[in-house]
């Protein structure tokens, strides 16, 4: 290898390092974020001397973005110049603009037909759910609809964010480069109800991808202030918490942080009391559930053959292969799960679909 490649080599490497942290400090935002770092860069130094040394003695908490080395970040593109960051995006970082009172919202005027219709799209997403009507109207008067043409672009990839968006019609492509010498690569469609967009006003991050529309599509457009003073604190709250328990999921660690992220805003959550039935042997299937809290049973001809917890997964096997349930679940104590609808699951699950199939085989000597 010579100078110019191991230059490259250290660079990716030390790259690596740094979009990591400063996508972790933007997410969790640490009133001292000083240390915050240096915390981080010791942790990772250790885990660094670990896997040097093949020791198997000491075990780190780490993120589920650092458990994998080969994750891609939401920020791909090499950390601008500290030069180069927006003033605006950097101090919304601090607080200095994301203070309530010093809030005005825009408002948009629309027909009456038009907020209902952007109200229909509101219900079915997940960050909007838990507003109340006073916070719903804002976020409607705020709202802008745009329209786009069979081709045209509606965010790139490492630009800055000013709005996310919701799919009123029409279909649009999602795009990722996974690194500046490959193509870009389609890894999901948005449809008519779906969010995009919201990423890089989450986590004052970059466009983690490029979306492209591929028909006449028709979007509402909220911007970031908005977005800032009503919705991005619960909303940053709600993530954090499902990353906490996808992180426990071991298949889940194959994914990248994006899809985890898009699992993440699919997720619904349940609870049920002690001998409650999640799901019945012989009925359709079209939930994948995922364990939170508590212990349930995998019941045969009312015989216990598996037991689930935190971490632990299924209803897998009816939706893989459009079969009935083949088993029951019920909760032995008090439980919460979460779980993904069958749209959901087929459209965000595609990463890990090989994997589930896969672990399947391992319930055929109870199925059969």
Same mark, same amino acid.
């Given at each position: 290898?010579?100078?110019?490649?191991?230059?490259?080599?250290?660079?990716?490497?030390?790259?690596?390092?740094?979009?990591?942290?400063?996508?972790?400090?933007?997410?969790?935002?640490? #009133?001292?974020?000083?240390?915050?770092?240096?915390?981080?860069?010791?942790?990772?130094?250790?885990?660094?001397?670990?896997?040097?040394?093949?020791?198997?003695?000491?075990?780190?908490?780490? =993120?589920?973005?650092?458990?994998?080395?080969?994750?891609?970040? #939401?920020? &791909?593109?090499?950390?601008?110049?500290?030069?180069?960051?927006?003033?605006?995006? =950097?101090?919304?970082?601090?607080?200095?603009?994301?203070?309530?009172?010093?809030?005005?919202?825009?408002?948009?005027?629309?027909?009456?037909?038009?907020?209902?219709?952007? &109200?229909?799209?509101?219900?079915?997403?997940?960050?909007?759910?838990?507003?109340?009507?006073?916070?719903?109207?804002?976020?409607?008067?705020?709202?802008?609809?745009?329209?786009?043409?069979?081709?045209?672009?509606?965010?790139?990839?490492?630009?800055?964010?000013?709005?996310?968006?919701?799919?009123?019609?029409?279909?649009?492509?999602? +795009?990722?480069? +996974? =690194?500046?010498?490959?193509?870009?690569?389609?890894?999901?469609?948005?449809?008519?109800?779906?969010?995009?967009?919201?990423?890089?006003?989450?986590?004052?991050?970059?466009?983690?991808?490029?979306?492209?529309?591929?028909?006449? =599509?028709?979007?509402?457009?909220? $911007?970031?202030?908005? +977005?800032?003073?009503?919705?991005?604190?619960?909303?940053?709250?709600?993530?954090?918490?499902?990353?906490?328990?996808?992180?426990?999921?071991?298949?889940?660690?194959?994914?990248?942080?994006?899809?985890?992220?898009?699992?993440?805003?699919?997720?619904?959550?349940?609870?049920?009391?002690?001998?409650?039935?999640?799901?019945? &042997?012989?009925?359709?299937?079209?939930? +994948?559930?995922?364990?939170?809290?508590?212990?349930?049973?995998?019941?045969?001809?009312?015989? #216990?053959?598996?037991?689930?917890?935190?971490? $632990?997964?299924?209803? &897998?096997?009816?939706?893989?292969?459009?079969?009935?349930?083949?088993?029951?679940?019920?909760?032995?104590?008090?439980?919460?799960?979460?779980?993904?609808?069958?749209?959901?699951?087929?459209?965000?699950?595609?990463?890990?679909?090989?994997?589930?199939?896969?672990?399947? #085989?391992?319930?055929?000597?109870?199925?059969?």
């Amino acid at each position: 290898m010579n100078n110019k490649d191991k230059f490259a080599n250290y660079k990716a490497k030390v790259n690596d390092v740094i979009q990591n942290m400063i996508y972790e400090l933007f997410k969790k935002q640490p #009133e001292n974020y000083i240390d915050w770092m240096i915390e981080y860069l010791e942790v990772r130094r250790a885990k660094h001397h670990v896997k040097a040394t093949q020791s198997q003695q000491i075990t780190y908490h780490i =993120s589920s973005e650092e458990e994998n080395q080969d994750d891609v970040d #939401e920020m &791909e593109k090499t950390i601008k110049k500290e030069q180069q960051f927006r003033t605006s995006v =950097s101090a919304e970082v601090y607080g200095l603009y994301n203070k309530k009172e010093d809030f005005k919202p825009r408002v948009i005027p629309k027909s009456q037909d038009l907020r209902e219709r952007i &109200e229909n799209k509101l219900n079915g997403v997940f960050m909007f759910q838990a507003l109340d009507q006073n916070e719903r109207n804002i976020i409607i008067d705020a709202m802008e609809e745009k329209h786009f043409n069979p081709g045209d672009w509606i965010i790139n990839q490492g630009d800055d964010g000013n709005e996310l968006y919701v799919v009123a019609q029409g279909q649009l492509d999602c +795009f990722r480069r +996974f =690194s500046k010498d490959q193509e870009p690569k389609l890894i999901k469609q948005y449809q008519s109800g779906d969010m995009f967009g919201e990423l890089a006003l989450l986590y004052n991050a970059p466009r983690a991808a490029s979306i492209q529309s591929n028909t006449e =599509s028709v979007l509402f457009a909220l $911007d970031r202030s908005t +977005f800032n003073a009503i919705v991005k604190e619960a909303t940053i709250k709600r993530r954090e918490h499902y990353e906490d328990v996808l992180s426990k999921v071991e298949i889940l660690k194959s994914i990248d942080s994006y899809e985890k992220t898009q699992i993440c805003d699919g997720l619904k959550e349940q609870h049920f009391k002690a001998q409650d039935y999640i799901i019945k &042997e012989g009925e359709e299937g079209n939930k +994948f559930y995922i364990v939170v809290k508590g212990t349930l049973i995998a019941l045969k001809q009312n015989e #216990e053959v598996l037991r689930y917890q935190s971490g $632990d997964y299924f209803g &897998e096997l009816a939706l893989l292969n459009q079969v009935p349930r083949q088993a029951t679940i019920q909760a032995e104590t008090d439980s919460v799960v979460v779980y993904l609808d069958y749209q959901a699951f087929i459209r965000l699950i595609g990463p890990i679909e090989n994997i589930l199939t896969r672990n399947a #085989e391992n319930y055929k000597k109870f199925v059969n």
